[in-house]
């Protein structure tokens, strides 16, 4: 069957459509190590047309993508596939994209929920809510916006993580920790009951408090941390729900950092991949900031077993109770870490008994870091310091090291 035609059947079940840019996609591993789940992000928006669905091939095999629109404005801005690569290995991807139809199904590998608390109906359970939003935004002033939300925020995961984020002025990232590899909290709501928990599923595994949790990104006021407030108003909403990636973004308006002499606005995008068990961070803002010094970090576990390469990498392993009911809680124990460009590092805090904190810098108006876990829960992952601080070097190395893309239209 001709190529194009077979596209173009592909596409949409037999309705013809005509394909109005196909890019041809060369992926390479540079590494000596096999890299999967590798994301191939191809910029849409620069092409000044509305495409409406598209089909990735790597030879006659079609392979899922996902089409996003970023900034939310109804047109797509950007295609995402992920690459299975051997050592060193090179592939060639087909991207065909059209300005009809709507984008095919492919089976979801993420997740991500915001709900509104059913308090008043007493036929569900408390795992059970089902008023889903997709975008919350409350004043700077309102009482208690940690309790608007089912788990107190948008949660999100892929096969081997799920994350909350605190709709406060926290804004810290607590964890669910899974036995096995699966989507997991539309099942539990991030609030495993006795049954599931006889099943296998997972649960909350990390207390955070007022601490970093898992890499919140916080002011910082010449001493310590401080949290994201005042603001003006505060928006958390989800961008894409997948289905090989999600995209959740907080946005904060109108923020005074410590010492500062006008508001801010920031924006704080999560993106997380399938088959990944790390998250990616974006922080934006809405003019430069490079005079400013703000921090991140991670929680300093109860006895937790400190990792450092002095150059952007800090991890911890620790055990402790996730909850103050240790009668119905057990202890957990879990693996964090989070990795910094150096540029952005103005200087490593000695830990407390809080946190691990980074005072960072921003050069203009953007930075990126990634945060990562592992719950000792896991069948798949990682159960002693050693064993997981050696992975944290690796997947640094990859870190610094990503698969090169390169098109042609």
Not at 26 to 51: A, C, W, Y
Not at 207 to 220: D, E, I, M, S, Y
Not at 307 to 313: A, C, E, Q, R
Not at 314 to 319: D, I, L
Request: net charge neutral; charged share 25%.
């Amino acid at each position: 069957m001709n190529r194009t035609i077979f596209l173009i059947l592909l596409a949409c079940g037999a309705v013809p459509l005509m394909a109005q840019k196909v890019i041809k996609v060369s992926v390479s591993n540079p590494s000596s190590e096999v890299r999967s789940d590798q994301p191939v992000i191809i910029q849409l928006n620069r092409f000044g047309q509305d495409f409406r669905s598209a089909v990735v091939t790597v030879g006659d095999k079609e392979i899922p993508c996902q089409l996003d629109d970023i900034d939310q404005d109804d047109t797509y801005d950007e295609l995402c596939f992920l690459a299975d690569l051997g050592k060193k290995e090179q592939k060639h991807y087909r991207v065909t994209l059209f300005n009809e139809g709507t984008p095919r199904n492919y089976p979801a590998r993420v997740y991500a929920e915001m709900l509104l608390r059913n308090q008043q109906d007493k036929k569900l359970k408390k795992n059970q809510h089902n008023t889903f939003i997709e975008s919350i935004t409350a004043r700077g002033d309102a009482a208690a916006t940690y309790y608007i939300q089912h788990h107190h925020g948008v949660a999100f995961e892929s096969e081997l993580n799920g994350i909350r984020i605190y709709f406060d002025g926290r804004q810290t990232l607590d964890l669910y920790g899974k036995y096995q590899k699966r989507l997991e909290l539309k099942e539990t709501q991030f609030y495993t009951d006795a049954e599931q928990k006889q099943q296998g599923y997972g649960d909350d595994v990390l207390w955070v408090g007022q601490t970093f949790g898992l890499g919140a990104f916080r002011g910082w006021d010449g001493q310590q941390p401080t949290n994201i407030e005042p603001v003006r108003s505060r928006t958390q909403r989800i961008i894409s729900y997948g289905p090989l990636r999600t995209i959740v973004e907080v946005v904060d308006r109108g923020w005074h950092p410590a010492g500062s002499s006008a508001p801010i606005n920031m924006t704080l995008r999560y993106t997380q991949y399938a088959g990944h068990r790390d998250t990616d961070v974006d922080v934006l803002f809405n003019k430069d900031v490079s005079g400013y010094r703000f921090s991140t970090g991670l929680i300093n576990v109860k006895d937790s077993k400190e990792f450092s390469d002095h150059k952007g990498l800090r991890a911890c392993w620790g055990t402790d109770y996730p909850a103050s009911d240790t009668l119905n809680w057990k202890r957990e124990t879990v693996g964090l870490a989070i990795c910094i460009p150096q540029k952005n590092i103005a200087s490593e805090q000695p830990a407390n008994k809080d946190n691990y904190a980074y005072v960072v810098k921003v050069a203009g108006s953007s930075m990126h870091y990634k945060v990562n876990y592992t719950s000792a829960n896991e069948t798949f992952g990682y159960h002693s310091a050693d064993e997981w601080f050696n992975y944290l070097k690796a997947w640094k190395r990859e870190v610094e090291q990503p698969i090169i893309v390169k098109q042609e239209e």
